[in-house]
Structure formats: C-alpha cells, structure tokens
C-alpha cells in the first residue's frame, strides 16, 4: 500500500526593491549640530538586492521553509487552519522528525512544483503496520479494519528503515505475505526489529512461507520451531488455543489470499511459548500461532504462518474484531494464567510433552527423547516420522540395505534402477521402505516398487508438488499411491526388490538417489 501523502504548500513571500531615481537628501538637524551629507552609491544597492533574491532563490530549491498541511492522517482528522507545521532547513528527500500535539510524524520532503511541496506523512498512531511492497494489499485491509474497529488509530508503512524508533506506539504488525508473494526480512529490518523487541517491544509477525526457508527469520525470538513449509493448503477449520479458546475460523480455499504453503509450526520446547491456534491436515495437527512474552526483556509477540485475511469467519463464532480485540489485549497485559480441572484442558498439541493438571493449573512437561516431525529427516538412521504421532519411531523388522553408490537423477539419466537382493527365504508379515532422495522439485519424481511379480507405485509425480527432496518410510511416515506395501503381505521375501525412480522432467530440475532400505516383519509359525 503507498504511503499516505499529505500535499503541503510552501509560501513565501519574496519582497522585492524596487531601484527609483532620486536625489541625494539632507537630513535636517538642529542648528547647533550639523552633520555632512552622504550620497546613497546605487550600484551597492543593485548587488545587495541581487545578492537577496539570489539567496531566496536558493532557499526555494533547497525547500528551506514553509507550512506543511497537516490532512487526515490514521483516520484522525485536522482542520487545515489550526495543524499547520513550520519546517525549516529541509532540503528535498529530507527526513524530518517532530512532535506536533503530542503526536510523533516524520515527514519526507518531495519535489517543489508551483509552491507546493509533496510531503509523506510516515506514522502517526497507536498501532504501525508494516506492508512491505511485494505483499498484497489483499493482506493488509483486514488487519487495519480489525484495528480501527477497535477504536484504535493505526499507520500503514512500506518501510520501517526510514524509522529510528518504535517507543512511540503500542505494538508493531509486520505482514511478509505467502509464497508467490512475499517479502524476506533484510538483515536492516531485522536489526530494527531486534532492537525493537530486546526493549520491550510488542510484535505481531504473519507469513506463511517465513519461519521454514526464510534464512532471515524471528523465530528465534518469539521462540518457534519450524516443523515444515507445509502442502500447497491447508483444509478445514482453524482451532483456537489457550487465550484463544473458542476462537475457531475457517480458512479460505484461495491461494491468493494467504492458503498457500503455509508452514507447520510449534512453539520451542522449555519455553513459555504456548500455541494459540492450530490446524490439522492428514490426521496430522500443527501450530499455526504462537504466542511468547519474555520476563526478562518485557517483550511480547505473535508469530502466525497464516495471515489474518486468511480467516474465515464461522457463522455464530467469533468475529476477526473480537480476534484483534484478544491480540492487542495480550499486548497490553501479557499471557493469562489458565486454570485446568482436567488434563484434556491441558492440551498443547505437542506430541512430545505430558499434559496435565496439577493444583487447578496446567503443566506441559516436555519428553526429552521425544522429537516432533513430519517427515524422516530429524530421525534416526533406523527411525521414521510416524503418521499417527507426528514423532520418531523406531522401524520395526530386519534391515535389508541397498549396496549401490549414489545414483545421480538427470537429464543424462532420468530413469534409474536400483535393487535389494534379500538372501534368506520368509513370509512377509510387513515390509517398510525407507527412501532418502534429494530432488530440487520432488514432484517431477514416480517411484515404483517390484517384487516377485508385485509392483505398487509409491508416488506418482505431481507437477504441484515443488517441495524440496523426499525422507520418508513407507508405510510409517507416508502411504503408497497406487497399492499399498501390503500387497506384499504373505509372500516370500527372498529374491530380488527393484526400486525404480523416473524424473519426468529431467531438464528442469535434478537429484540424486542417496539410498534406500526395507525393514521386514515375518509371519510366526502357528
């Protein structure tokens, strides 16, 4: 959103000596006293006059002075006649900080066209957000309205370099947009921010493709863990948590207005942090907000990976005013402690803390060899992200590893074969595959799975899927596309296992097949 510009005009009146012809005068003094006469040389006064308008011209260039306007700013209206401004020693592109009934503006001094001066008024309210230009005005509307609406004064801003501090207002709200549109934090603006919070401040940050990839990134200090960049979209209802209880919103189905790769979050472990609303996709739930206040520094922040203008209202639920409403009041007064009578009262969605209620008070107590995830590459070399915990688990049955180097994915090889030879004879009770391929767009890739005579697809490519490489077991942290792995089921696992991987667009986008493995149950006798 442009900055808001409030048009100025500079007035100055130039007066201007006009040479006449005279005499020379005597002055006329009493006849005890006479003093000699002078004559006025007219030449001096022709280069003093011309040495005046040189300087006025001068200062008109340099936009030296003038009554700067002050219009509707915030939704705060003035009358032009009593908020004007005297500015001086302002030279055009000039930033110029003042105070002006008890309110903080900094102003940026434009071109001078026919006496007037084109002036941005920067900030002057309670609450700034900052739009950076990539993002969406889409984003930024119903953050402002949900503001105002709650009888607050708020000041839309593209750049918050051009501000020095933030003391002045309540709290600072920061939209970095989604994938496809969004803005990355340069290391200036996260210096500001930091600055910002380790005195106190009061931050909301939103982006759904900010806390996973983004290599510039608060999560540190509001104190998130990054799970995944999430799918494409997330479906269905988003569930408020802790001060949010019983703050519900649907989510809109458009990726345009902010359900696209939305990241999963949670808050870090042994930390104060809490999730104040969650999704879930898969059977699969995940933080989609999180909310810290440090006791040490006083600082407070929001960090939510899907956008306000995002939610969807729910018919009979809680409005986005009344959601702003809960927002700014946690910025005033910190996290309220919850009360508990139950352990379900309790739940954080961490599946690696313990919930419960002790004293009518909650307590989340982490599990220390317990690891959230989504896939397989925070696991064990022997372990797998299991579907129904979203932790580690270790993969049941006798490893059989494929022996082959690396195997390079390309437009030279866009088709490769790799194979398992399993020695001894067994009835498969259950077989798990374990993949580890780095790909640049992992959605190019089909991989089949062949033995005696059965091949299952475990994925099909997907041109959608941009995601970046593939750590997963089937059938722990991932289920096949077309069969299952128990097809299997019942058969002889001796003999030959072809795992074969075909990129269908090889001259885009590379990989490489860094290995693979099948871990087998087998069928106990009766």
């Not at 003035?78 to 500015?87: A, G, L, Q, R």
């Not at 990054?226 to 408020?240: C, R, Y």
């Not at 995940?286 to 006791?295: K, L, P, Q, R, S």
């Amino acid at each position: 959103m442009a900055k808001k510009e409030v048009k100025s005009n500079i007035k100055k009146n130039i007066s201007k000596t006009k040479s006449k012809q005279t005499k020379p005068k005597v002055l006329q003094t009493p006849a005890s006293f006479t003093k000699p006469q002078k004559e006025i040389h007219y030449w001096g006064i022709f280069l003093y006059a011309a040495l005046i308008l040189i300087i006025l011209l001068g200062v008109l260039m340099l936009v030296k002075y003038g009554d700067v306007v002050v219009g509707k700013v915030a939704g705060v209206a003035y009358t032009t006649e009593s908020n004007k401004v005297t500015i001086t020693g302002a030279a055009q592109g000039e930033i110029i900080p003042f105070t002006y009934n008890e309110k903080y503006y900094k102003l940026k001094v434009g071109t001078l066209t026919d006496g007037k001066v084109a002036v941005d008024v920067v900030v002057d309210a309670d609450y700034i957000i900052f739009k950076p230009s990539e993002v969406k005005e889409e984003f930024i509307t119903p953050l402002k309205e949900a503001i105002i609406a709650n009888e607050k004064t708020v000041q839309v801003i593209e750049d918050i370099t051009q501000l020095t501090s933030f003391t002045n207002y309540k709290s600072l709200f920061v939209s970095l947009g989604v994938y496809g549109a969004k803005h990355s934090l340069t290391l200036s603006e996260y210096q500001l921010l930091t600055d910002y919070l380790n005195k106190g401040g009061k931050l909301y940050v939103e982006g759904g493709d900010t806390f996973f990839l983004d290599p510039i990134n608060l999560k540190y200090y509001l104190h998130i863990k990054a799970i995944s960049e999430g799918d494409t979209q997330i479906i269905g209802a988003l569930a408020g948590q802790h001060f949010l209880l019983g703050y519900d919103y649907d989510i809109t189905p458009l990726y345009s207005l902010g359900n696209n790769f939305v990241d999963h979050i949670d808050k870090e472990f042994n930390t104060p942090a809490v999730v104040i609303q969650q999704g879930s996709k898969d059977g699969q739930t995940f933080g989609t907000a999180v909310a810290y206040e440090d006791a040490t520094k006083l600082y407070r922040t929001i960090g939510s990976s899907v956008p306000f203008a995002a939610l969807v209202e729910q018919q009979d639920g809680k409005t986005k005013k009344e959601l702003m409403a809960k927002y700014l009041e946690f910025f005033e007064t910190g996290l309220p402690t919850l009360q508990c009578t139950i352990a379900q009262e309790c739940d954080d969605i961490n599946p690696c803390t313990i919930d419960s209620c002790a004293n009518s008070f909650c307590v989340n107590t982490p599990q220390e060899t317990c690891t959230v995830c989504e896939w397989d590459k925070p696991c064990t070399v022997d372990g797998a992200c299991s579907l129904d915990t979203s932790t580690c688990t270790i993969i049941p049955g006798t490893k059989f590893s494929s022996t082959d180097s690396v195997l390079n994915i390309n437009s030279i090889t866009p088709k490769i074969i790799s194979k398992i030879t399993i020695p001894t004879t067994g009835i498969i009770e259950k077989v798990y595959v374990k993949l580890n391929i780095m790909h640049t767009w992992r959605g190019d890739l089909k991989i089949t799975l062949t033995h005696n005579g059965k091949t299952i697809t475990l994925q099909n490519n997907n041109p959608a899927d941009s995601n970046l490489h593939l750590y997963y077991t089937y059938d722990l942290s991932k289920i096949a596309e077309e069969g299952t792995m128990d097809d299997f089921k019942n058969i002889d696992m001796n003999g030959e296992w072809v795992l074969t991987v075909e990129d269908t667009s090889p001259t885009l986008n590379n990989g490489k097949l860094i290995g693979w493995s099948l871990y087998i149950t087998e069928e106990v006798p009766q």
